[in-house]
């Protein structure tokens, strides 16, 4: 009866009812400290799940990078080991054409002591000859 009575005055729970005594003033007081105290822990509460959902978003991102950054590892760790491999094959490539150089350069020198025998023979025969 009290609520349709507040309501046909457009009283609204913001208001406070004109209080009878010291004990209803008291539990009044009271009403309002929880009041206030309930609407900070909830903007305290809302706060702290902003910080939550920042935070977790945050993680998000950063185990994605985190599996990136070791995805690039991993691919440069293979260029690493197929770099190492070429050079492997380079340097075995390199000493057979050092070898190869060296059996031209034997057989250039063989050649050319045939050739300066045989000019030496020309130049014996044609003095015979001469």
């Known amino acids: 009866m009290s609520s349709e009575f507040l309501a046909e005055l457009h009283w609204e729970d913001g208001f406070a009812i004109p209080v009878a005594n010291e004990e209803n003033k008291t539990l009044e007081d009271q009403l309002s400290k929880l009041q206030n105290e309930r609407a900070y822990l909830q903007d305290q509460l809302r706060d702290y799940e902003d910080r939550i959902n ?3 978003s ?22 690493i080991e197929s770099e190492e491999h070429f050079k492997a094959i380079a ?16 057989e250039m020198s063989s050649i ?17 000859l001469s």
């Not at 985190?66 to 760790?77: I, V």
């Open 54 to 56: 920042a935070m977790t």
């Open 58 to 79: 945050h993680f998000k991102n950063v185990k994605q990078e985190l599996s990136f950054t070791q995805s690039l590892y991993k691919a440069r760790e293979h260029e």
């Open 112 to 128: 050319q002591e045939k050739k300066s025998d045989k000019e030496v023979c020309i130049e014996i025969l044609l003095k015979i």
């Open 91 to 106: 340097q075995t490539e390199l000493g057979r054409v050092k070898e190869e150089i060296q059996r031209l350069e034997n």
